[in-house]
């Protein structure tokens, strides 16, 4: 099965995380045995209707090319990546915000 393919060494899981969410994104109701050994199959009519049967069994049909080489782009990987470091971001940030709690209440010992 030919799938997007990572560009650096370390995008890695980076790639998985995209995988995942294009996946459950993609609301798949049934993923068959043959259908998936048709994907690797060296006959393109096998090939292409494993494909067709995927397309079917998508429940959100905005994901063309699904379990394909167009499925999903390495922009959307990068997309990914920037869109996890503002989520990170802004915990940060509210973190920061939030009132502290006293010394004695947070359960570390000052010196007196």
């Given at each position: 099965m030919a799938l997007p393919q990572q560009e650096h060494h370390?995008?890695?899981g980076l790639l998985l995380l995209c995988f995942a969410k294009f996946f459950c994104d993609a609301q798949p109701r049934e993923l068959?045995?043959?259908?998936?050994n048709g994907l690797h199959s060296n006959s393109k009519a096998a090939v292409d209707q494993a494909l067709e049967v995927l397309q079917e069994a998508v429940g959100?049909?905005?994901h063309k090319g699904f379990l394909?080489?167009?499925?999903?782009k390495i922009?959307?990987?990068n997309l990914l990546r920037d869109?996890?470091?503002?989520?990170?971001f802004?915990?940060?940030l509210k973190r920061m915000e939030a009132p502290q709690p006293p010394a004695a209440l947070a359960g570390s010992h000052a010196r007196v």
């Open positions: 370390n995008d890695s068959v045995y043959e259908v998936i959100n049909k905005d394909s080489l167009t499925w999903f922009a959307d990987v869109h996890i470091k503002i989520l990170i802004d915990l940060m």
